[in-house]
T-cell receptor, first 113, second 112 residues
Framework: SQELEQSPQSLIVQEGKNLTINCTSS?????LYWYKQKYGEGLIFLMM?????EEKSHEKITAKLDEKKQQSSLHITASQPSHAGIYLC?????????????FGAGTILRVKS | KAGVTQTPRYLIKTRGQQVTLSCSPI?????VSWYQQTPGQGLQFLFE???????NKGNFPGRFSGRQFSNSRSEMNVSTLELGDSALYLC???????????FGPGTRLTVT
């Protein structure tokens, strides 16, 4: 089965600092999703990456998928308290057609103001 | 467009009872997937429905079942509830395979 490792497990940063969260797969990624979750709530879609070397940005958040398609990173520039939450990466269950995501354990981000 | 909606938002049930959760996808989305989130196991895939057919199934016991209606709304049912079924149940909708999946706010189920 496909496993996703996220690092770090948790992160505390000072407001205004940059940070990076990593997501590593044991197998080739064919669709990699990044979501943000506030505790006990639903997941907010951030970005989806499919091609090796692909990079997408939304506001101050940038996500990249490496050329080998086994690692993705999420970078936040000039963090703000509104960025606090749990960041989850998810990958398509590539052995089966359809929508079946496997998720990492998540990275808890706290932003100190 | 309205987002994915789930009802009810909170539910308290007793062991042995059964429960039905509902999910209304984004208009035009025909794929609905269900996930269970617990502190110990994280987010786990339950099943996916597309055009009223179950297309994928996760590793959950047969007590967990679902269905999808012709308007793409989906329900999941859990019979003979166990304490371990306490979790946040999330559904996600999508236009199709390999497309962005958008999640609802979830239903928090507590089994006592």
């Amino acid at each position: 089965s496909q496993e996703l490792e996220q690092s770090p497990q948790s992160l505390i940063v000072q407001e205004g600092k940059n940070l990076t969260i990593n997501c590593t797969s044991s197998k080739t990624l064919y669709g990699l999703y990044w979501y943000k979750q506030k505790y006990g709530e639903g997941l907010i879609f951030l970005m989806m990456l499919q091609k090796g070397g692909e990079e997408k940005s939304h506001e101050k958040i940038t996500a990249k998928l490496d050329e080998k398609k086994q690692q993705s990173s999420l970078h936040i520039t000039a963090s703000q308290p509104s960025h606090a939450g749990i960041y989850l990466c998810g990958a398509d269950g590539f052995m089966e057609y359809g929508n079946k995501l496997v998720f990492g354990a998540g990275t808890i981000l706290r932003v100190k103001s | 467009k309205a987002g994915v909606t789930q009802t009810p938002r909170y539910l308290i049930k007793t062991r042995g009872q059964q429960v039905t959760l509902s999910c209304s996808p984004i208009s035009g989305h025909r794929s609905v997937s269900w996930y269970q989130q617990t502190p110990g196991q994280g987010l786990q895939f339950l099943f996916e429905y597309f055009s009223e057919t179950q297309r994928n199934k996760g590793n959950f016991p047969g007590r967990f079942s679902g269905r999808q209606f012709s308007n793409s709304r989906s329900e999941m049912n859990v019979s003979t509830l166990e304490l371990g079924d306490s979790a946040l149940y999330l559904c996600a909708s999508s236009l199709g395979a390999g497309r962005e999946q958008y999640f609802g706010p979830g239903t928090r189920l507590t089994v006592t």
